[in-house]
C-alpha cells in the first residue's frame, strides 16, 4: 500500500472513494464522505462534515464545525470561518425526501466567508468576496464584493487582500498592496493598464 501524502487525524473518517490532495491535512472528528474530492495544502479542521460530491479546490481553509452538503463547489483559495454552514435544499422536511431537489452553490475563487454565516443554496459568491460573519447570504454575490447581514448585502468593495476598499468615483488602489481596481458598469474589476 503506498504511503499517502496529506493528513488525517486518527479520529477523523474518510469514506472510499475519496480524493485528497498532497499536503492537505484533515482534523479531528472530520468525516470526508465518498466521492468528495479535496485539493492540495488545503486545512480542514475539527468537526467538519465534507458530504458526497462536494469539490473543495486548493489551498482552502475550513474551519472548525463546518458543514460541506452535497452540491457545494469551493475554487481554490476559499476561507470557510467557524461553524458556517451550507444548505443544499430550499424547502427542507424530515418526512420529504428531496435529493432530487438539492441546488449547487459555487463559491469562486479566494473569497472569504465569516464565522457562523448560512449560505442558502443555489447561489455563487463571487472572486475574492467578503462575507461578514453571521451573515445569511439568500441570493448572488458580486466579485469583490463586501457583504453582511439578514439577508446579507454588498456595503462596499474589497481587494483580493483582504482590505476593505475606499473606491472614489471609478477606481481605487489597495492602501495595503498598491492592487488598481475599476468600476465599470457597477462591477469591480482589475484595473486595465
Same mark, same amino acid.
Request: proline share 3%.
Given at each position: 500500500?503506498?504511503?499517502?501524502?496529506?493528513?488525517?487525524?486518527?479520529?477523523?473518517?474518510?469514506?472510499?472513494?475519496?480524493? +485528497?490532495?498532497?499536503?492537505?491535512? /484533515?482534523?479531528?472528528?472530520?468525516?470526508?464522505?465518498?466521492? *468528495?474530492? /479535496?485539493?492540495?495544502?488545503?486545512?480542514?479542521?475539527?468537526?467538519?462534515?465534507? *458530504?458526497?460530491?462536494?469539490?473543495?479546490?486548493?489551498?482552502?481553509?475550513?474551519?472548525?464545525?463546518?458543514?460541506?452538503?452535497?452540491?457545494?463547489?469551493?475554487?481554490?483559495?476559499?476561507?470557510?470561518?467557524?461553524?458556517?454552514?451550507?444548505?443544499?435544499?430550499?424547502?427542507?422536511?424530515?418526512?420529504?425526501?428531496?435529493? !432530487?431537489?438539492?441546488?449547487?452553490?459555487?463559491?469562486?475563487?479566494?473569497?472569504?466567508?465569516?464565522?457562523?454565516?448560512? +449560505?442558502?443554496?443555489?447561489?455563487? /459568491?463571487?472572486?475574492? *468576496?467578503? +462575507?461578514?460573519?453571521?451573515?445569511?447570504?439568500?441570493? !448572488? +454575490?458580486?466579485?469583490?464584493?463586501?457583504? &453582511?447581514?439578514?439577508?446579507?448585502?454588498?456595503?462596499?468593495?474589497?481587494?483580493?487582500?483582504?482590505?476593505?476598499?475606499?473606491?472614489?468615483?471609478? &477606481?481605487?488602489?489597495?492602501?495595503?498592496?498598491?492592487?488598481?481596481?475599476?468600476?465599470?458598469?457597477? /462591477?469591480?474589476?482589475?484595473?486595465?493598464?
Amino acid at each position: 500500500m503506498a504511503e499517502r501524502d496529506y493528513f488525517v487525524h486518527e479520529s477523523s473518517y474518510v469514506d472510499e472513494p475519496a480524493t +485528497i490532495g498532497a499536503g492537505t491535512k /484533515i482534523w479531528h472528528f472530520s468525516h470526508v464522505m465518498k466521492d *468528495a474530492v /479535496i485539493g492540495r495544502d488545503c486545512v480542514i479542521g475539527q468537526n467538519v462534515l465534507v *458530504a458526497s460530491g462536494v469539490r473543495i479546490g486548493d489551498g482552502c481553509k475550513i474551519q472548525n464545525n463546518v458543514s460541506l452538503y452535497t452540491g457545494v463547489v469551493l475554487e481554490d483559495q476559499v476561507f470557510c470561518g467557524p461553524s458556517l454552514v451550507f444548505t443544499n435544499v430550499v424547502n427542507p422536511r424530515s418526512e420529504v425526501v428531496r435529493k !432530487d431537489e438539492f441546488r449547487p452553490t459555487l463559491v469562486k475563487r479566494g473569497a472569504s466567508l465569516g464565522a457562523n454565516a448560512t +449560505i442558502v443554496c443555489g447561489v455563487t /459568491i463571487g472572486t475574492y *468576496a467578503f +462575507i461578514g460573519a453571521g451573515s445569511v447570504v439568500t441570493h !448572488d +454575490i458580486a466579485d469583490f464584493a463586501l457583504a &453582511f447581514g439578514n439577508p446579507a448585502q454588498q456595503r462596499g468593495w474589497m481587494c483580493r487582500c483582504g482590505v476593505k476598499l475606499d473606491v472614489q468615483g471609478a &477606481f481605487s488602489t489597495c492602501p495595503a498592496c498598491a492592487t488598481s481596481y475599476e468600476v465599470h458598469e457597477g /462591477i469591480l474589476g482589475f484595473r486595465r493598464s
